[in-house]
């Protein structure tokens, strides 16, 4: 199993950036965003159920300006960030998990993880 994230950096208050997950050898229910900033706890950004009708999930402080989505041929998830603000910094983090409880904004309803990606909004 493995997921491969891209597209995080630096950018500045206002602007956009799009991350990647690339999911191989596991089918997930759900795949989700995950962030943590330094000294806080790694929470739920978003997430969206696979599958023929795929249903999206937000956090409150990114509804409006964050958009995930997800291409089923390329096994591929992406999530939009638009009008980043400072406290959009943190490690970004793809999971796939069942959620068995479904809490897709838990850490703990993940199985798999991506590497992480730096996001920096300065």
């Known amino acids: 199993v493995q997921l491969v994230e891209s597209g995080g950096g630096f950018v500045k208050p206002g602007g956009s950036l799009r991350l990647s997950c690339t999911v191989s050898g596991f089918s997930s229910s759900y795949i989700g965003w995950l962030r943590q900033a330094p000294g806080k706890e790694r929470g739920g950004v978003a997430a969206i159920r696979t599958g023929l009708v795929s249903t999206a999930y937000y956090a409150d402080s990114v509804k409006g300006r964050f958009t995930v989505s997800l291409d089923n041929a390329k096994n591929t998830a992406y999530l939009q960030m638009n009008k980043l603000k400072p406290d959009d910094t943190a490690m970004y983090y793809c999971?796939?998990?069942?959620?068995?409880?479904?809490?897709?904004?838990?850490?703990?309803?993940?199985?798999?993880w991506g590497q992480g990606t730096q996001v920096t909004v300065s």
């Open positions: 999971a796939a998990g069942l959620l068995r409880y479904g809490r897709w904004f838990s850490p703990d309803e993940y199985r798999y």
